[in-house]
């Protein structure tokens, strides 16, 4: 019981230094030493891309230090968040794995969301490689379309993992936040290529 205890509360601890330290090192990277952001121009185009998204916040927040990469590119936009929601997925399963090994006792109901992270990160994976590897002209719709399929899987994927997740308690609420955290990295990404693909 009081392993237990202990272990949730470690836990608790990891994510939220996981979760500040993510929060700073958003703040360096995009305003060092105070100063504004290089290049305001570019920076707006990510607001305001962001802000016609579901979640405008965690979308700025994840994408703004990749200004200099993105550009206003409508296509690197969408390649940027989708490789962003890809490694967060990756992440995401290697920690429940981890979970699982470190909580033996919940490995039945943890079991069935590591399967699911594991089908969005696989999803994930073929969007991000078709997206890359696309071209304009013959075959885009095609392509688009696999690519907009596979992320919407990815997103299912997530969501389910969310419904089904049966503990209750702390580890509950550690998943829940991260699972909910990828699945909005994806909806972003899914929402950057829907408009990439329709310009
Ligand atoms: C995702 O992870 C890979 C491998 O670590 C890295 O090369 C890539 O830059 C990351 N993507 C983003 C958008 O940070
Ligand atoms: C896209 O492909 C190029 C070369 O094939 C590779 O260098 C780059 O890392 C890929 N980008 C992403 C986001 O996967
Ligand atoms: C959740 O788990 C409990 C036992 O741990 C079980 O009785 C219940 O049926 C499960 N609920 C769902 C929706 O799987």
Redesign the pocket.
């Known amino acids: 019981m009081k392993n237990k205890f202990l272990y949730s509360h470690n836990l608790i601890m990891i994510v939220q230094i996981l979760i500040f330290s993510s929060i700073r090192y958003n703040k360096i990277a995009c305003y060092p030493l105070g100063a504004s952001p290089t290049n305001p121009k570019t920076l707006g185009y990510i607001k305001k891309s962001c802000a016609s998204t579901l979640y405008p916040n965690i979308c700025y927040e994840s994408l703004s230090r990749y200004e200099s990469t993105v550009k206003s590119n409508p296509r690197t936009l969408a ?1 940027t968040a989708l ?1 962003v929601a890809f490694n967060n997925t990756n992440s995401a399963l290697k920690f429940l794995k981890n979970m699982q090994k470190i909580n033996p006792g919940e490995v039945g109901s943890l079991s069935e969301c590591v399967e699911e992270v594991g089908d969005s990160v696989y999803e994930l994976h073929r969007s ?1 490689s078709r997206l ?1 590897h696309s071209e304009r002209g013959y075959n885009f719709v095609v392509q688009m379309s696999d690519v907009q399929t596979w992320v919407s899987a990815a997103l299912t994927d997530d969501d389910t993992c969310i419904d089904d997740f049966n503990v209750s308690g702390k580890t509950k609420i550690v998943v829940r936040g991260l699972i909910l955290r990828i699945a909005r990295l994806a909806s972003v990404a899914l929402a950057f290529i829907n408009n990439y693909a329709g310009v």
């Open positions: 390649l490789s991000l890359n």
